[in-house]
C-alpha cells in the first residue's frame, strides 16, 4: 500500500500561487509607492529652488534696477530744483537709492557664490554691473555735488556727456541679468515638467504591470481548478 505524500510548497500548489501573486502585488503596491513620493520629492526641491532661489534672485534685481532708475531721476531733478525742501527730498532719495543698490548687490552676490553653472554665469553679469555701478556712482556723486554748490551747468553737462552713457550701460547689463534669471527659469520649469511626466509614465507602467500580474495569478488559479 503506498504512503501517501504531504502536501509540499511550490508553485503548482493553489496555496503557493496566492502567496507568490500577494507578494508580487505587495512589491508593485510598493514601487509605484516609492515612486509617488520620489515624484512629490521632487516636485516639492523644484518649488522651493524656484521660490527661494530663481524668485528671489528675480526680486533683487528689480530692486536693483528700481534703485538705479530712482538715482538718476533724483540726480537729474537736484540739477533743476531751486526749493531747498525739494532738494533735501532729492538727496534722501540718492541716499536711499545708494543703499538699496549695494544691498541688492551684495545679497546677490552671496546667493550665487555658491551656485550651479547658471549662478556662476550670472555672478560674472553682476560683476559686470557693479564695474559699470562703480563708475557710475562716482560721476552721480559729482553731479549732485556740482549742483548743490550752484555750477548748475558743468551738472547738466556731466548728465550728457558721462551719466547716461554709464545709466544705458547699467541698465543694460541689470536688463541682461534680468534675462539670464527668466531663461533659467523657464529652463527649470520645462524640466521639471519633463521629469513628472517621466515619472508619471512609469508609475502608469508599474501599475499596468500589477494589473497584469493580478490577471495572470486569476488565470493561473483558474487553470488549476
Known amino acids: ?11 503548482g500548489t ?11 502585488l505587495a512589491l508593485v503596491v510598493m514601487l509605484v509607492s516609492a515612486m509617488a513620493v520620489n ?12 521660490v527661494n532661489t530663481i524668485e528671489k534672485q528675480s526680486a533683487l534685481l528689480v ?7 530712482a538715482r538718476a531721476v533724483a540726480a ?8 531747498e525742501k525739494e532738494i533735501a527730498i532729492e538727496k534722501k532719495s540718492i541716499e536711499v537709492s545708494f543703499e538699496r543698490i549695494n544691498a541688492s ?10 551656485g550651479d553653472a547658471d549662478a556662476r554665469g550670472l555672478l560674472r553679469e553682476m560683476e559686470a554691473i557693479e564695474a559699470i555701478e562703480t563708475k557710475y556712482a562716482v560721476v552721480a556723486t559729482e553731479i549732485v ?8 551747468e558743468a551738472a547738466s553737462k556731466q548728465i550728457a556727456t558721462d551719466c547716461r552713457p554709464l545709466l544705458v550701460a547699467l541698465v543694460t547689463a541689470v536688463e541682461q541679468a534680468k534675462q539670464h534669471i527668466s531663461a533659467t527659469s523657464e529652463r527649470d520649469v520645462a524640466a521639471s515638467l519633463a521629469n513628472n511626466q517621466s515619472l508619471r509614465l512609469q508609475m502608469f507602467a508599474a501599475i499596468a504591470l500589477a494589473l497584469v500580474q493580478a490577471r495572470a495569478s486569476g488565470w493561473g488559479l483558474d487553470t488549476r481548478r
Open 14 to 24: 493553489i496555496k503557493a500561487r496566492l502567496i507568490f501573486s500577494y507578494l508580487m
Open 63 to 69: 530692486t536693483l534696477f528700481d534703485a538705479v532708475n
Open 145 to 152: 555735488k556740482n549742483a548743490l554748490a550752484g555750477n548748475r
Open 1 to 11: 500500500m503506498d504512503t501517501p505524500t504531504k502536501p509540499g510548497f511550490s508553485l
Open 39 to 50: 515624484n512629490l520629492a521632487t516636485s516639492q526641491r523644484n518649488f522651493e529652488h524656484q
Open 76 to 83: 537729474r531733478n537736484i540739477v533743476l530744483l531751486d526749493s
Open 105 to 114: 548687490m551684495k545679497t546677490l552676490k552671496t546667493m550665487l557664490s555658491t
